[in-house]
């Protein structure tokens, strides 16, 4: 089979991790005798040093014409002054919005070889595996107005946590459709005792679970449910939540794995349903100060390849194929800087990729 695969490696350390994604997904290509076309293009910094431009119309062309596409990291410390009018991240806005990504997940699980990696208590991560469902168009980060200004007082600006039915109602159906292939439960994430657009959440996710008799719905404002995290992570299976939330809780949530440099997500266009077009990434960031070190952990990168495969081209066997090898790389005991414990062999970035693509072919 054939598919055509956008690849954005934006800045920092993002083409470093997605140069050892793209040799795992070539080492797929190899075993199960599929071709996988890679269309480079520019995102973030990089793209504003070239053109002037977080994303240029060619390369968002670019993605709209792929199956797929896989984006590394943006930003970092060149591109940070407040005052400037061009952002790297507004390029990821814009991949986001103009793609219809409206669903991003975001898996969260603890495997057991790591479990002593995280400041917690391994009682407290051990068997932890959740996923978040995060509206990813929405909210905060795209509601209007948004906008600084100055008045005879001093300085002000404002920005918009605005969303309509319809963007609630489709969000909320990719969480209990994604409940209904794991433990049937449905945790709704809102700040319903003080937001209005929380309250309209609440409301349409009680209406919907009508059409969900299978799935036992809870709801849960954004603080308790910060708290959980730490306090009984395990308990916690998929939860749906707005975006501004989404991106906060999933930070929080990453350290429960250790290191976001373990923990891939997918940015979806519609319910994961057969092949569903998407964006796939690491949760982490450029981490400028990792760049060009051979360090970075690429196994969120090469994890986000293994949701590609399973969401927007329906190969489960080779998403399969990736997450074993994965697996077995941990368990012979090799590890990058940010998850390296006693009596582990440490890898770079080059050498942790090596290792997994071998194990696939």
């Not at 504003?48 to 060619?58: T, W």
């Amino acid at each position: 089979m054939e598919f055509d695969v956008a690849v954005l490696p934006g800045d920092g350390i993002g083409p470093e991790v997605v140069a050892e994604a793209t040799k795992v997904l070539q080492a797929v290509a190899e075993r199960f005798r599929h071709k996988f076309l890679l269309h480079q293009g520019l995102v973030g910094g990089c793209a504003i040093d070239v053109s002037g431009i977080a994303l240029s119309q060619e390369t968002l062309d670019m993605c709209k014409q792929c199956d797929a596409v896989l984006l590394g990291a943006v930003g970092g410390p060149k591109w940070d002054d407040p005052q400037t009018k061009v952002h790297p991240e507004d390029g990821l806005l814009a991949l986001r919005k103009e793609l219809g990504l409206f669903a991003n997940l975001r898996p969260v699980k603890v495997l057991p070889m790591l479990v002593n990696s995280t400041s917690l208590r391994p009682e407290i991560v051990e068997g932890v595996d959740l996923l978040f469902v995060r509206e990813l168009t929405g909210g905060l980060y795209f509601g209007q107005p948004k906008k600084q200004w100055r008045t005879s007082e001093g300085r002000q600006a404002v920005d918009t946590m605005a969303y309509s039915e319809a963007e609630i109602k489709r969000i909320l159906r990719v969480g209990f459709e994604l409940a209904r292939t794991r433990s049937k439960k449905l945790i709704s994430v809102d700040k319903a005792n003080i937001l209005q657009s929380s309250r309209l959440w609440r409301q349409i996710a009680i209406e919907i679970s009508v059409d969900y008799p299978d799935i036992e719905l809870q709801h849960m404002l954004v603080d308790a449910c910060a708290m959980r995290l730490i306090q009984r992570p395990a308990d916690l299976d998929v939860l749906v939540t707005e975006n501004t939330f989404g991106d906060i809780l999933t930070d929080e949530a990453s350290m429960l794995a250790g290191s976001m440099g373990m923990l891939p997500s997918a940015s979806l266009a519609g319910i994961p349903k057969g092949k569903t077009f998407g964006m796939y990434e690491p949760i982490h960031g450029s981490v400028p100060s990792r760049a060009g070190q051979n360090l970075a952990n690429p196994i969120a990168t090469i994890s986000s390849v293994a949701m590609m495969l399973r969401y927007s081209f329906e190969l489960e066997t080779e998403a399969q194929a990736i997450e074993n090898a994965v697996l077995a790389t941990l368990e012979q005991g090799y590890r990058t800087y940010d998850i390296m414990s006693e009596g582990k062999t440490k890898v770079g970035t080059k050498e942790m990729g090596d290792l997994i693509a071998q194990r696939i072919k």
